[in-house]
């Protein structure tokens, strides 16, 4: 017997906007999700994540300039056995921003948010897939060589107590991954966060809102991850997906 029946879905969202231009002249023509990585659409990727954990209703956020390119490459959905929406996020204003344009298609459910350039060799259909009727929300945190790269988990031992934003001088080696689960409290939670002095609405003031109620919980990628947003990391997303091809054969 399915012990998931009756209980409510995991919607996905994959956010593919952005400008990509540390990734220029590649992104002069086309949006950075769209570049090949190994075999396939960078895009792709992070859908797998969702599809192997079992999520089948995906929104796609990108911006106006190729959000046709989008449609086109993968329509409905119904070829990879999912159901695609798209929306358009007009300015790029922030992750959060681009996340507060799915409360519709989320209504009610919870929801499994993952950046368009993050590659995991990791299966999280279990940790996805218990969230779905889960309050708070989660957040995955790697050991990385760089994490003034990213947001940074400060941690007191296997709690997590804040993230800083691309911090000068990390607090720990922990980077928080593009990959996020939230209840449909986040919406609210948005509404009531600032533009930072960089003008965009962080996805890290929203996971330090959850941290201080009390709601938040990190989960340790234990295989490899990277996103894709530099020369280099793309250069490594192209190894990584290799091997996660290659491991399928």
């Known amino acids: 017997m399915d012990k998931s029946a009756g209980k409510a879905a995991v919607k996905g969202i994959v956010l593919a906007g952005g400008n990509g231009r540390r990734l220029e002249p590649l992104t002069s023509v086309t949006n950075k999700h769209l570049l090949a990585v190994y075999d396939k659409p960078m895009i792709y990727y992070p859908l797998g994540t969702l599809l192997n954990a079992g999520v089948k209703d995906i929104l796609i956020i990108t911006g106006r300039d190729h959000a046709g390119r989008f449609l086109k490459l993968l329509g409905s959905g119904g070829d990879l056995g999912c159901r695609f929406s798209f929306a358009v996020q007009d300015e790029a204003g922030g992750i959060a921003q681009a996340l507060a344009l799915a409360e519709n298609f989320v209504g009610k459910d919870n929801c499994a948010v ?37 947001g940074v988990a400060e941690l007191n031992g296997e709690k997590v107590i804040n993230i800083e934003e691309k911090p000068s001088n990390p607090k720990s080696s922990y980077a928080v991954t593009g990959l996020y689960l939230y209840d449909n409290d986040v919406f609210s939670v948005i509404k009531d966060i600032e533009p930072s002095g960089r003008g965009e609405m962080e996805i890290t003031d929203v996971n330090n809102h959850y941290i201080q109620k009390g709601l938040m919980r990190a989960h340790f990628v ?23 091809e290659l491991a399928k054969s």
């Open 222 to 244: 234990k295989r490899e991850w990277t996103d894709a947003g530099t020369f280099e990391s793309l250069y490594n997303a192209n190894r990584i997906a290799r091997n996660i």
């Open 114 to 150: 993952i950046l368009g350039d993050n590659i995991f060799e990791d299966d999280f259909g279990g940790v996805i897939g218990d969230f779905r009727d889960r309050k708070g929300a989660r957040i995955f945190i790697k050991d990385v060589p760089d994490p003034h790269r990213f």
